[in-house]
């Protein structure tokens, strides 16, 4: 199915009509549990396309040498690897990142896109296609948190801060709705940004 | 935030209702939103994920506590533990298909994930971040995977009743289940400082 795709369509896949977030519905804990600002979204974001591009190149380059019985632990271990890696890199360079985040760094590992996209794509395409699959949907994966982070950032606290700068203050004269950034208004501003979605999604395919 | 010093009551309320794993803590939700159109399918997923979380909590302790800490393995253990994890759950699933038939086809596919289920692996990670004791961490994942299947009950009933009412076309689906946990969330942010939690 994926062998007829050329190698643009399948590093857009992953942000548009394969996006793991908005389409395929996977990746949720830390969507939602990370989104409360901006900043420690697009930091999720980065951390988990690192360990999807590393996970996908290394287990294209050993697809040959993985016996199908054992597949799925071996795309573990190679996953969780890099999650240690990302996990003790990030506690020496971003520690202020690395308390936000907290217990979602260790579980990148269990996050059902990386283990999906090992499993589902690179196991059975070459390096390059594998690669660019890991850009894709790490890419995809990264727009639809920050997006989901500003939003929630923006009504809860007025803010949007990126790379630890703060791009936009509402000042004083806002009144923040704080519910945005606690733990029901997750679930709310990602089930109006799917009603949106849907909403034109299905416009776009009457066409 | 848990520590070892409270009492085994304090720490069963605070993680069956005020820091809720799925509602509040936000883990687990794949299974959450998949698994919750049916009553009976959600209770036994919650039945599930109760014998696994408890079994997979006091395994890893125990390696944790004389294995990985004696030998200053630390930084091994999302590798050690998530191996665990997923061979206690290749047994269960091995048990179940071969003595509840019937269970078994009900969870389908979602048996084998209960291995990335991130509740299962997050609990075993927080039992050691939070330094709990042994006893007190199976007290502290019972009332987790108590919270998970309460939660996730309740929110199959919920949705059965939101499959009858009028949703407009664009909420049809997922997004009228996230306003639903929405409001779930915000029901169950009212047990916040309770008994001053």
């Known amino acids: 199915m994926a062998r007829g795709k050329s190698a643009r369509q399948v590093f857009l896949a992953g942000i548009v009509e394969e996006n793991p977030i908005l389409v395929l519905m996977i990746g949720l804990c830390p969507l939602l549990a990370v989104s409360s600002n901006a900043n420690d979204a697009l930091g999720m974001g980065l951390a988990a396309s690192f360990v999807l591009v590393a996970s996908n190149l290394l287990v294209s380059l050993l697809r040959k040498l993985i016996p199908a019985s054992v597949r799925i632990p071996i795309f573990i271990v190679i996953v969780a690897t890099f999650v240690t890696l990302v996990d003790l890199l990030m506690h020496a360079y971003q520690p202020e990142l690395y308390k936000n985040l907290g217990v979602f760094v260790p579980l990148i590992v269990v996050n059902c896109i990386i283990l999906g996209r090992a499993e589902g794509f690179a196991y059975h395409n070459g390096v390059p296609r594998s690669v660019l699959d890991g850009l894709g949907m790490g890419l995809g994966f990264t727009i639809a948190i920050t997006i989901l982070g500003a939003m929630r950032e923006i009504l809860g606290n007025g803010t949007v801060t990126l790379l630890n700068t703060e791009l936009v203050n509402l000042g004083a004269g806002y009144p923040p709705a704080l519910v945005f950034i606690m733990p029901p208004g997750g679930f709310l501003a990602i089930g109006f940004l799917m009603a949106l979605k849907q909403k034109f999604w299905k416009r776009g395919q009457g066409r | ?197």
């Open chain 2, 1 to 197: 935030m848990i520590t070892n010093e409270m009492s085994v009551f304090m720490i069963l309320v605070s993680s069956l209702l005020v820091n809720n794993i799925l509602l509040i803590r936000f883990l687990a939700l794949c299974s959450f939103f998949g698994l919750s159109t049916k009553v009976e399918t959600s209770l036994s997923m919650g039945l599930a994920v109760i014998f696994v979380m408890v079994n997979a909590s006091a395994v890893t302790w125990l390696l944790h506590r004389f294995l990985l800490a004696p030998l200053h393995l630390e930084y091994l253990r999302t590798i050690a533990f998530i191996l665990v994890i997923a061979a206690l759950v290749q047994f269960e699933e091995m048990y179940i298909r071969k003595n509840f038939k019937e269970l078994y086809t009900a969870l389908g596919i979602y048996l084998p994930l209960i291995t990335t289920n991130c509740a299962v692996l997050g609990v075993a990670i927080l039992n050691i971040d939070y330094r709990l004791g042994f006893i007190k961490s199976i007290v502290y994942t019972l009332g987790v995977s108590l919270g998970y299947t309460l939660a996730i009950v309740l929110f199959a009933s919920v949705r059965d009743r939101v499959f009858l009412a009028p949703v407009p076309r664009a909420f049809q689906g997922y997004p009228i289940a996230f306003i639903t946990a929405s409001l779930m969330s915000l029901a169950f942010m009212g047990f916040a400082h309770l008994f001053g939690l």
